[in-house]
Each structure stands twice: as structure tokens, then as C-alpha cells.
């Protein structure tokens, strides 16, 4: 109902004759059959114009095309005298829902939307709720009631032997309609050269061609951060071939080719630039990096791009004050982005939160400390907990005696919901921890020693909402002999929680992939 | 686990060593043309091909000293894993070992603000903070990790620290 009706030719022209003192520029007429084609939005008579003292065309009634619906804008068209009754809202994924104003619920009075994911059409309400890893039926839970089934024995090398090493960097899902499914990226060292890796994956989680090198110079480059818009994927990393480690920024078109204009560089700093965190606003692009000062201690900065990856706005100093900030980790919520990092004060190594705006400003007046004193954080994760609106953070307390992973729940207004929660409760070593939030349970993925089989395997471990409840017991997700480290958590089209890791089986570190199978409850 | 990067040696390394860089014969590829680029991205129009190095030789490996034999002769030296980074476009980078100025951090003590690591141990920025980490062997043997750490690569190829 956000009226735009045209202006009536007549009112309009005698207040630019009032004003200018100009001869009318009314339509002359001398008879009301002289004003039809003036403007159909209208209804005309000819009448005689006292202040131009001669007849004109004078507009006595206007067209409504009010549809009562408070989320259309309507409008006339003059030259037909048609009404159109346009949504404000857009239906993007073609699921016959749309998606809602921004910084609305999905289905909320004013909202004008009802779809809780407009870039997948597998979401929507009443829709029915299968394996697929989305909230199907718009409910805030993904997959509701499914458990997850390791299938020992399954995982594969997805970096090729030759690599001297390989380490995992990312692991993200795009949409069921793009030809790349999920992009995998690694760092790895191939003929004495480090360099991120890219590997597309269809649906499955299998590749569809060989890995290729990310950048297109011949230094060093590692790091890499992967966010998908919808229709194209943005990635940053660090790269050594100014001379000194900058963040770079590129498009890759959801087939995995770069788009123009190819590698953008996005830091000129003295210091080293590193461990870029890139997401994806449904705006733009937010992206945050760790940059060193002059004393050698670090900085969070900030960078905003749009979906052409253009730089909106300058750099941004996130951080201040005499700590020590490395170790970004974002994550984007409904209407503001969550941060957590590690923050080396004198005494202890802490974890901490804190929100912005989209614009990366508007920052509380200082971060809530997620660590307790005696912890010394490290390996900070964070991701939005769409349906209660709300974060959890997972990081591990590498404290010599013992680590041990935990998670935390915390509120957008940077309140700590869920204190520090171990995760793992493993008697041995824990390490390296990822986790999925599946809206009424999250799924943890972490390395565990207590089987003392040469090295950390992986543990799956299932807890409710607020971390109270255990949903599924620690459950063994590698068994080789040598160290299986570093995991990183996405979906593949059947639901199976897709997880990407170091593995050190072979004669080299690796990059190995395996599954815990979604299995929907009996009805 | 994040990927680490060593910190400020390459810098020391770049005034120190600077020109004395060899070649290493060792150092060709011979999968780069299997998957050692992305697609090609120009056919659409949208795409971005990216224009590569095609002039730069592999890297160069100037090992100048033992990071595990720590056989330094300069009193007050040890032996560090160091990288010079490209000094122009499309130029090669310097991986390699040197004698450098001996500090005093163990695994964990932290070492930016000038304080350097011991013998055996690398100044390494985690992504947690920028610490002391002990080198060791990626296929371990005897130059392993002690219980609850792991041997991690670093930025320059060839040696890792346990993190």
C-alpha cells in the first residue's frame, strides 16, 4: 500500500504558473472531452481557470489502486489509467515464498516475507522436513530429530600425494543450483611452493576437477577464508608477493572460475597481514584481519565490499588499547556480525566476543571475555544460531597440562548465555574443534587422544541448544594410526555433515574428507 | 588448527643472506600443469584469467646451516628457518636456514618485541599469539612432539615447529 500515484498534470502546472508568473502551461480546453488523454489516472473536466482566466483541464477525482495490502507499493500508470500493486518483498529462490523486509522474522506482522532462507528452495514454510542439512520447513531447526552416523573406514585423500603437506582452510556450500556445491580450500606445499589450494566438490562432497592454485603469482599465499552470496563465491587470503604477508580478495563465479578484476589487494601496511575471516551480510562482504604494528603486536582491521567486490568505506580499526588481537573469527546474524578472536593480555590468553553493525561499526563499548583466567584460548570459531538468534563460539584451552575443548553460547547483546562448556569431556589431550548449529542441538566435530591410537582421531559429539543436554555420546569418526587434526564442518545435499581435516596417515600430512550420515528418526 | 607463519626472521634473514641464494634443482613440479591452475575464466566474458608468472623459476633453497644439527660456528648463533620474500614481480622467494643472533624463548614464551627463541625452537605467529615453538620433523622420528602438541608446517617450506 506504499502509494505512488502520479501528480495530477493540472494541480502541478498552476502552482509552476502561481510561482513563475509564467502563462499557463495548463491543457486548454473546450469541453471535458478535450482532457481524456491528460492523464488516465485521473478523472477531468474542462473548467474555467480563474487565475489564468481561460478553461483548462482540471483534475476532479484520482484513481486509487490501493490494494489494501500493506506490502505492495502501488501505483497508476498515466498512460493506461492501469493499477499495479508491486511486492516489496522478492521471492529469489523461485519457492513461491518470499523473503522478508530487512531486520524482520521471517512470517513477523510487517515482515512481508515468510521464506527463512530466500537463496535455497528447499526452504519454505510447510514444506517437508528430510536429510539435507536446511531448515526444510522453516521451523529453526535443521533436519529435525536426525542423528549422526560416522561411517568409519569412508574418508578419503583429498589433496593429491604429491603435495608435500596440506592443511585444510575452509570448507563452504554453496546452493543446489550453482555447478560448484561445496568449495574446499587448503594451504599446501607443492614443488618447495606454498600456496592455497582450491578444490570444487559437487554435491556429495566428491570432486569434480583437479585442485588448482588460488592466486596468480608465484609467492606464498595461505590462509584462506571463503564466504558464497548466493550466486558467487568471495574468498581472501594472505599473500607474500609484495614482500611482506597483505590480504588479497577475489570473486569466483559459482562455477569456480576468478571473476573480474581478478586478485584485489585489500592492505598496504608495513607489518604482516594475516588470518583473514571473510562473510557474507546479505549486504555485502565483511571482512576482518589481524595487522602488525610497529611493537610487533597485532590489530583486528575491517573492510567492507560490495558484490562486485568494490571496497565500500575505508579500512577499519577494530581493536584497540595494549593487547595483543589475532585470530579473527566472524560470523553474520540476522542484523549485526559477531567477532570472537584471541586477545593476548599480560597474564592470560583470552577468547573474546563482540558485536558490530553490518558497516562494521557501532561496536559495544568493549568485548565480553568468553575465557576464564586460568585458560589460555586458542583455535576461536563462531557461527550464528539462526533460530534463537544467538552465537556459539567453540575454542580450546591449550593450557599445558591438559586441552580441553569447550563451547559457549552468547547473546547478540554480548552477554555470555552458556559459560565456557566442555565439549569433549575426554579424559586425554583435546584439540581443534568445529561445530555445526543445527537449532535445537549442535553437532561437534573435535580431535581426541583418549584412544591413544599414535596421534588425535576425530570425535563426534551432539549437544542440545544450550550445551546442557547430551543429545549423542562422543562417537569415533577417524581410526587410522597418526594424528587426524584440524577439522572444518559443512553440509553435503543428503544432509551427511561433510568434515574436512589434516590427516597424517600417510608418508605426509594431508587433507582427508569423511561423513557422519544424517539418519532421520523413525516415524 | 590454524596455519602458522614465522615472524620477523624473514626480515633478519633478507639483511643477513641476502644474494647468497642458490638454486634448487630439486625444486620442479611436474604435476604444476596437471592442477597447477584454475580454470580458465575468460570464455564468458565475466571471467578473469589470472596473467601467472610464467618467467619465475621454482623456488630457491639456501640452506645454510641445520635447523636439528644446529651447526652454527658464530659464538652466540643458532640456526633458524628463515624466508625471503620476492624482491619484484614475478620473482622467485628464498626458503632456507640460517645463522642468525641466538634468543632465549622455549615452546610458548612469547617472542615478539625483539626476544628472539632458542637454539631449536622458531618465532611463530599462530592466529593465538606470537610465541616460541620447538622445530620438529613432519615424519617425525627423532625430532617428534611431546604429548598434546603436533608437528605443524610453516610458512616456509621444509620445516614445521610443534604447536
Redesign the interface.
Known amino acids: 500500500m506504499f502509494v505512488k500515484q502520479s501528480l495530477a498534470i493540472g494541480f502541478f502546472a498552476a502552482i509552476v504558473a502561481q510561482g513563475c508568473g509564467a502563462r499557463s502551461q495548463l491543457q486548454p480546453c473546450q469541453r471535458d472531452s478535450d482532457c481524456a488523454t491528460v492523464d488516465m489516472c485521473a478523472t477531468w473536466v474542462c473548467q474555467y481557470d480563474t487565475k489564468i482566466h481561460d478553461k483548462a483541464c482540471i483534475a476532479i477525482a484520482h484513481t486509487s489502486c490501493d490494494d489494501g495490502n500493506p506490502c505492495t507499493t502501488d501505483a497508476c500508470d498515466k498512460h493506461t489509467g492501469e493499477c499495479s500493486n508491486t511486492w516489496v518483498t522478492l521471492d529469489v529462490d523461485g519457492d513461491g515464498h518470499r523473503g522478508p523486509l530487512a531486520g524482520h522474522q521471517p512470517g513477523d506482522p510487517g515482515s512481508c516475507g515468510d521464506d527463512c532462507d530466500d537463496t535455497d528452495p528447499r526452504a519454505f514454510p510447510g514444506n517437508a522436513e528430510v536429510c539435507d542439512g536446511v531448515d526444510n520447513d522453516c521451523d529453526g531447526i535443521i533436519d529435525n530429530g536426525a542423528t549422526y552416523t560416522p561411517t568409519l573406514g569412508s574418508e578419503f585423500q583429498l589433496s593429491k600425494p604429491s603435495f608435500d603437506w596440506a592443511e585444510p582452510d575452509s570448507f563452504v556450500r554453496g546452493s543446489p543450483k550453482s555447478t560448484v556445491d561445496i568449495l574446499a580450500s587448503y594451504d599446501g606445499t607443492l614443488g618447495g611452493q606454498l600456496s592455497p589450494f582450491l578444490q570444487p566438490l559437487d554435491g556429495t562432497g566428491k570432486p569434480t576437477i583437479d585442485p588448482f592454485v588460488l592466486t596468480g603469482s608465484d609467492a606464498a599465499g595461505s590462509g584462506t577464508s571463503v564466504a558464497w552470496t548466493g550466486d558467487r563465491f568471495g574468498i581472501a587470503w594472505s599473500d607474500r608477493r609484495d614482500g611482506n604477508y597483505e590480504i588479497y580478495f577475489a570473486l569466483l563465479d559459482p562455477t569456480g572460475k576468478k571473476m573480474a578484476p581478478g586478485d584485489e589487494r585489500i592492505t598496504v601496511s608495513d607489518g604482516y597481514s594475516l588470518y583473514p575471516s571473510l562473510v557474507w551480510t546479505g549486504q555485502g562482504f565483511a571482512l576482518v584481519w589481524q595487522e602488525e604494528r610497529s611493537n610487533g603486536d597485532f590489530k583486528l582491521q575491517g573492510q567492507r565490499l560490495d558484490l562486485e567486490g568494490r571496497l565500500v568505506g575505508n579500512i577499519m580499526t577494530l581493536t584497540s588499547g595494549a593487547t595483543d588481537d589475532q585470530g579473527p573469527s566472524l560470523a553474520a546474524g540476522r542484523t549485526e556480525l559477531g567477532l570472537v578472536w584471541v586477545q593476548q593480555k599480560s597474564t592470560s590468553q583470552a577468547i573474546v566476543f563482540q558485536t558490530f553493525g553490518f558497516d562494521l561499526t557501532g561496536a559495544a563499548p568493549s568485548p565480553v571475555t568468553l575465557t576464564t583466567p586460568s585458560m589460555d584460548g586458542e583455535g576461536s570459531s563462531l557461527v550464528y544460531d539462526k533460530k534463537n538468534d544467538r552465537y556459539i563460539s567453540s575454542f580450546f584451552d591449550a593450557s599445558p597440562a591438559k586441552r580441553v575443548v569447550y563451547g559457549t553460547v552468547i547473546g547478540k547483546d554480548a552477554k555470555v548465555i552458556v559459560p565456557p562448556t566442555d565439549v569433549g569431556k575426554s579424559p586425554a589431550q583435546e584439540r581443534d574443534v568445529s561445530l555445526l548449529a543445527l537449532g535445537d542441538r549442535v553437532l561437534f566435530v573435535y580431535a581426541d587422544d583418549r584412544d591413544q591410537n599414535s596421534g588425535y582421531e576425530l570425535y563426534a559429539h551432539t549437544l542440545s541448544a544450550d550445551l546442557s543436554t547430551e543429545l549423542q555420546p562422543p562417537t569415533r569418526v577417524t581410526a587410522a594410526p597418526g594424528d587426524s587434526i584440524s577439522p572444518i564442518m559443512t553440509f553435503a545435499t543428503d544432509g551427511t555433515a561433510l568434515v574436512l581435516f589434516r590427516d597424517d596417515r600417510g608418508p605426509n600430512p594431508a587433507v582427508f574428507e569423511t561423513g557422519l550420515k544424517c539418519v532421520m528418526p523413525t516415524p | 588448527?590454524?596455519?602458522s607463519?614465522s615472524?620477523?626472521l624473514c626480515l633478519l634473514a633478507a639483511a643477513a643472506c641476502g644474494g647468497k641464494a642458490t638454486s634448487?634443482d630439486?625444486?620442479?613440479?611436474?604435476?604444476?600443469g596437471?592442477?597447477?591452475?584454475?580454470?580458465?575464466?575468460g570464455a564468458?566474458g565475466?571471467?578473469?584469467?589470472?596473467?601467472?608468472?610464467p618467467e619465475?623459476g621454482?623456488?630457491i633453497?639456501d640452506l645454510e646451516c641445520n635447523v636439528f644439527e644446529q651447526n652454527c660456528t658464530i659464538p652466540g648463533s643458532a640456526c633458524y628457518p628463515s624466508?625471503i620474500?620476492?624482491?619484484g614481480?614475478?620473482e622467485?622467494?628464498v626458503?632456507g636456514s640460517f645463522c642468525l643472533p641466538m634468543g632465549v624463548g622455549s615452546q610458548?614464551a612469547p617472542c615478539?618485541?625483539?626476544d628472539g627463541c632458542a637454539e631449536g625452537f622458531v618465532c611463530l605467529?599462530?592466529?593465538?599469539?606470537?610465541q616460541c615453538a620447538r622445530l620438529c620433523d613432519?615424519?617425525g622420528g627423532a625430532h617428534g612432539c611431546s604429548?598434546?602438541f603436533?608437528c605443524?608446517?610453516i610458512?616456509v617450506?621444509?620445516f614445521s615447529a610443534c604447536l
Open positions: 588448527m590454524r596455519f607463519f615472524f620477523l634448487d630439486d625444486g620442479t613440479d611436474d604435476d604444476a596437471t592442477f597447477g591452475r584454475g580454470p580458465d575464466g564468458d565475466n571471467g578473469f584469467v589470472d596473467p601467472h608468472c619465475a621454482a623456488p633453497s624466508a620474500p620476492p624482491q614481480p614475478c622467485s622467494e626458503y610458548g615478539d618485541n625483539g605467529i599462530t592466529g593465538a599469539n606470537t613432519l615424519g604429548n598434546g603436533v605443524e608446517p610458512d617450506p621444509g
